[in-house]
């Protein structure tokens, strides 16, 4: 799994913001993170565990970054 510090130095090393978004479902709770690059890490937790990491790649930014903005949830937050 993943480490919130890696994904932090990660987005660091890329120059970039981190944008993050959530999706609530019945059995899981689902985090987007975004760096601005043509990767997100998608984290699934359920009762607080995470269960789940994945990293989707995309082709281009624009391609992630449309895909963050009209699949991913709703907007959590936008920060360094």
Partial sequence: ???VGFLDAF??????DKMRKHELCP????????????EIVRIRKQNGTT???DWLNFDS????M?????ECGEFVSYYH
């Fill in 1 to 3: 799994m993943l480490s």
């Fill in 11 to 16: 987005c660091t090393d890329m120059g970039g």
């Fill in 27 to 38: 059995t899981h709770h689902d985090f987007f993170e975004y760096c601005g690059n043509t």
């Fill in 51 to 53: 269960i789940r990491e």
């Fill in 61 to 64: 930014v624009e391609e992630a």
């Fill in 66 to 70: 449309e895909y963050f903005n009209t």
